[in-house]
């Protein structure tokens, strides 16, 4: 199924933030844009570092930018199509903190 990335203009507002992640967020873009996803384990064939989160929260972290970059999102799979929502977005810096308070189940930054 064909993968409708929502809240696209967070990530857009990201990189006008932060310009050196330009190049790796419009590649993740890319391959969101010619994914073709059956299953969450699909997700991490387009993306071999992504992260499933467990517990039922259909989360997933995205490395980005040789791992500069984590991206979490939560996914749904429809009937004709994937749906993504961003949730997230920071250096790995930002996740490992988020991470320390438990946070990357519960955010909704964007």
Not at 45 to 52: K, R
Not at 80 to 85: A, N
Not at 89 to 105: F, M, N, R
Request: glycine share 10%.
């Amino acid at each position: 199924m064909r993968v409708h990335l929502i809240k696209r203009q967070a990530i857009e507002a990201y990189v006008a933030d932060h310009a050196a992640s330009k190049r790796s967020f419009e590649y993740w873009v890319t391959a969101i844009k010619y994914a073709d996803w059956e299953t969450p384990e699909d997700i991490q064939q387009t993306f071999g570092t992504a992260d499933l989160l467990g517990g039922g929260y259909d989360r997933v972290v995205f490395d980005i930018g040789g791992n500069n970059y984590r991206l979490i999102c939560k996914y749904h799979f429809g009937k004709t199509k994937v749906h993504l929502f961003v949730c997230w977005i920071g250096t790995h810096a930002a996740y490992d903190e988020l991470c320390g308070h438990g946070g990357q189940y519960t955010v909704f930054e964007y």
